[in-house]
Nanobody, 124 residues
Framework: EVQLVESGGALVQAGGSLRLSCAVS????????IGWFRQAPGKEREGVAC????????WYEESVKGRFIISSDHAENMAYLQMNSLKPEDSAVYYC?????????????????WGQGTQVTVSS
């Protein structure tokens, strides 16, 4: 059974940093895509960053470019989201998800397994 477990969410002041982790288990050694998404109250879930474990191609949502860094350790089946210069508008539940393909995709419907989410709150 494929499982994804996020950790690292916390309350942080604006301008601070957090590192989210995503542990993937129950999946073989094939390459895949990991995406980080977030959902704030009353808003739709949106893609934040994605990475292909094969060629490490990445995609970032415009508002996080230059502040967030996505990475993966395929051998350890881990993915990370380093979040710097955090803003109050970054507050949300953050989810990691796995896509079965090897091409970076950004729509929620392209992902077949999801973690339970981790709360990030940025105070002003």
């Amino acid at each position: 059974e494929v499982q994804l477990v996020e950790s690292g969410g916390a309350l942080v002041q604006a301008g601070g940093s957090l590192r989210l982790s995503c542990a993937v288990s129950g999946f073989g050694s094939d390459d895949y895509v990991i995406g980080w998404f977030r959902q704030a109250p009353g808003k739709e879930r949106e893609g934040v960053a994605c990475i292909s474990t094969g060629d490490e191609f990445t995609w970032y949502e415009e508002s996080v470019k230059g502040r967030f860094i996505i990475s993966s350790d395929h051998a350890e089946n881990m993915a990370y989201l380093q979040m710097n210069s955090l803003k109050p508008e970054d507050s949300a539940v953050y989810y990691c998800a796995k896509s079965p393909g090897e091409i970076v995709v950004v729509e929620t419907t392209d992902y077949d397994y999801w973690g339970q989410g981790t709360q990030v709150t940025v105070s002003s």
